[in-house]
């Protein structure tokens, strides 16, 4: 089996670090199966804007929690 390796849009990183029941337990599955999980420096742009003009609210520890104690597999790469 070929390792897998995903890159997470802005919703499903939210709805993963919010532990919300829309991200569906297949695709639970396929993130912790995963050989490495990735967000893109575009997706922490788009979450800053929106946050900025105030279509979106983050919490204050949104970083914390991306590159904290139980999510270390959520590489971010800039590139």
Same mark, same amino acid.
């Given at each position: 089996?070929?390792?897998?390796?995903?890159?997470?849009? %802005?919703? +499903?990183?939210? #709805?993963? /670090?919010?532990?919300?029941?829309? @991200? $569906?337990?297949?695709?639970?599955? =396929?993130?912790? *199966?995963?050989?490495?999980?990735?967000? %893109?420096? +575009?997706?922490? #742009?788009? /979450?800053?804007?929106?946050?900025? @003009? $105030?279509?979106?609210?983050?919490? =204050?520890?949104? *970083?914390?929690?991306?590159?904290?104690?139980?999510? +270390?597999?959520?590489?971010?790469?800039?590139?």
């Amino acid at each position: 089996m070929n390792p897998t390796m995903l890159l997470l849009d %802005s919703q +499903a990183l939210l #709805w993963l /670090l919010d532990d919300n029941p829309r @991200l $569906g337990p297949r695709a639970r599955q =396929a993130i912790i *199966s995963a050989q490495g999980v990735y967000v %893109s420096a +575009a997706t922490v #742009w788009e /979450l800053t804007i929106k946050t900025m @003009l $105030g279509k979106l609210s983050i919490p =204050a520890d949104f *970083s914390s929690k991306l590159a904290g104690p139980g999510t +270390a597999q959520y590489h971010r790469r800039a590139r």
